[in-house]
């Protein structure tokens, strides 16, 4: 066990050798913090055991296999002695209508973007409600909150892990545990090299629908605005914020997209609010919840 106090903080950062979670690694080892960084390659973490040396923990770890994610936990435990920061990060896109993606490729999108993430609050809440803090962070996507023609099955996975952790915030929130969603537009990861994005087999009906789509998302690899290093820096300012948000958009297209959507989506409910309302039995009280 490496020597730390309750002060040192500890992350675990799931999906860490490349992206926004090598960002958060590096951003929190270069503070003089311990991160235990999980990949399927653990050789792609050479470079960071010889920087940082017992700071940094490699765990071998596949997001979807749910069964290990205890294990992840007990291990940075055992290493590090707490856990103040769990990311969920690791992830992967896919592209490919609602017709063309498989019953196996959706589920595998669940897989990654809910169940794995899932599996892993649930072990490391035992041991941050122990500690009567920590921080879970949610990494989402403007996807999260609004779709479009040929990444449904993406966007499936991050609706349902935003919906999942929604109610998690409000649960663990008298703990001192804290949850942020994160939700980035394009950021220069490698979300879209082409050994990287899974593409469903297409059909040439759809040709018209969404070439223009599955052209874009291959070909904007190494051209994304978004700068993961500064990324990093803001999800650290806004972990640091008593009262920070629940969901932090990520970069400016993202403030644009969802600032839209959600004027379209509150357009729509006070459109049709009068006929929505009447659907409910005359004369009977509204509903009272134990919450909102």
């Known amino acids: 066990m490496t020597t730390t106090t309750p002060h040192n903080t500890v992350w675990i950062i799931t999906g860490a050798s490349s992206g926004f979670g090598l960002a958060l690694a590096q951003a929190a080892l270069s503070h003089g913090e311990y991160v235990a960084g999980t990949a ?25 296999d749910t069964n290990a994610a205890q294990g ?21 896109g896919q592209v490919g209508t609602a017709e063309e993606v498989s019953d ?12 794995g993430p899932a599996a892993l609050v649930r072990a490391v809440l035992p041991a941050m409600r122990q500690f009567g803090a920590g921080s879970i962070v949610q990494m989402s996507s403007q ?56 593409k469903a087999k ?49 970069g400016a297209e993202a403030v644009s997209n969802l600032t839209r959507i959600y004027r379209d989506n509150l357009a729509d409910v006070e459109r049709c609010s009068t006929l929505s309302a009447s659907a409910d039995f005359p004369g009977i009280a509204p509903s009272r919840r134990p919450v909102r």
């Open 104 to 115: 196996t490729q959706l589920r595998d999108m669940l897989a990654q973007h809910l169940f």
């Open 143 to 198: 996807g999260g909150r609004g779709s479009f023609p040929a990444v449904g099955s993406y966007s499936a996975g991050k609706f349902a892990l935003e919906g999942w952790s929604e109610a998690l915030a409000a649960e663990v929130r008298p703990f001192g545990i804290k949850v942020l969603i994160v939700e980035p537009s394009r950021f220069r990861t490698g979300f879209n090299r082409g050994d990287v994005l899974l």
């Open 202 to 250: 297409e059909r040439t009906e759809y040709d018209d629908v969404v070439a223009a789509v599955r052209a874009d998302m291959s070909g904007s690899d190494g051209m994304q605005e978004g700068d993961p290093s500064r990324a990093a820096d803001v999800i650290r300012r806004v972990l640091d914020d008593p009262d920070a948000p629940l969901r932090l958009p990520l």
């Open 72 to 92: 992840v936990i007990d291990e940075t435990i055992k290493a590090f002695g707490h856990i103040d920061v769990l990311v969920n990060n690791a992830g992967v």
């Open 40 to 64: 399927r390659n653990v050789e792609r973490f050479e470079s960071l055991r010889h920087a940082y040396g017992e700071h940094f923990l490699p765990i071998h770890h596949d997001v979807r």
